[in-house]
């Protein structure tokens, strides 16, 4: 079945030739549909039901790579002068260091471990890039765009993260921490590891996300959605929610002791059979 899935994969990623961070990101979404599928059959779907409900979980790949331009294959590494890569690379980091305008274009491009700190890259588009551990630190970053983007240990401690897109990133053990993440939104992404410490969250959406083991203790959660969302192991303790959406996310597997939220979270958490013993109605 994993070939299956990884069938699937190609073909969504097909009309979009190559990009730099694909062969991380569609091995991130394999294992993470591959992990689905298998939930889906212990809970006793047979295999082709277990298959589409996966695949339809994956949501609409036009959604991931709306605004993200068409750009040709990048060149191969090899082709490339060695001494003028690394030229270029330190080039495009000191650029973003100083980066002031909004509505920059960075989609499709190799910028790992790039420093972004303090910039300001509102609607900025990162869409299908590898920034595995970047430093976004206190940016700016309202309205920006990370579809399909590698970010597995980036920091975003502080950022202004309002509206932004992650639909479909890898961001395995990001921090979030102080960041201002008012209607962002994380579909489909691999969230496992990420840390949100004080982080804002109002209208945020983790739809179909991978959230395994992530901590959200004594956050206060208002209108946020974990619609489809993995959370086993996902940590709830002593938080507040109010107008919180689980509908379809495992619950049983999260830990709720000590939270207070109203009474229709605390409804569509019963449904899922989560363990509601030590909890507050509101």
């Given at each position: ?79 490339a002068d060695a001494e003028d ?54 940016a700016n970053l309202n309205q ?119 009474k229709v979270t605390y409804a ?15």
């Amino acid at each position: 079945m994993e070939d299956k899935l990884r069938q699937f994969l190609d073909k969504a990623f097909a009309p979009y030739g190559d990009f730099p961070s694909r062969a991380d990101v569609t091995k991130e979404l394999l294992a993470n549909m591959a992990e689905k599928y298998q939930d889906l059959k212990e809970q006793g779907m047979s295999d082709e039901q277990a298959y589409q409900t996966t695949v339809d979980s994956f949501g609409n790949v036009e959604e991931i790579m709306e605004h993200v331009p068409h750009q040709p294959k990048a060149q191969k590494p090899e082709e490339a002068d060695a001494e003028d890569d690394s030229n270029i690379h330190k080039m495009l980091k000191k650029t973003f260091k100083l980066a002031k305008s909004s509505r920059s274009k960075f989609a499709m491009s190799e910028l790992k471990e790039s420093d972004l700190s303090e910039a300001n890259l509102v609607d900025a588009d990162f869409s299908f890039s590898s920034l595995a551990g970047s430093n976004f630190d206190r940016a700016n970053l309202n309205q920006a765009k990370f579809r399909a983007s590698a970010l597995t240990r980036s920091t975003f401690v502080g950022a202004n993260l309002a509206n932004a897109a992650f639909a479909g990133s890898d961001l395995t053990d990001a921090s979030f921490d102080g960041a201002d993440l008012t209607d962002a939104k994380f579909r489909g992404s691999s969230l496992s590891g990420a840390t949100f410490k004080g982080a804002t969250l109002s209208g945020t959406s983790f739809g179909q996300s991978d959230l395994k083991n992530v901590l959200f203790d004594d956050q206060v959660l208002d209108g946020v959605s974990f619609e489809g969302a993995s959370l086993k192991g996902t940590s709830f303790k002593n938080a507040t929610f109010r107008d919180v959406s689980f509908h379809h996310a495992e619950v049983k597997h999260a830990i709720f002791d000590g939270a207070s939220m109203d009474k229709v979270t605390y409804a569509l958490l019963k449904g899922g059979k989560a363990s509601l013993g030590d909890v507050t109605i509101i």
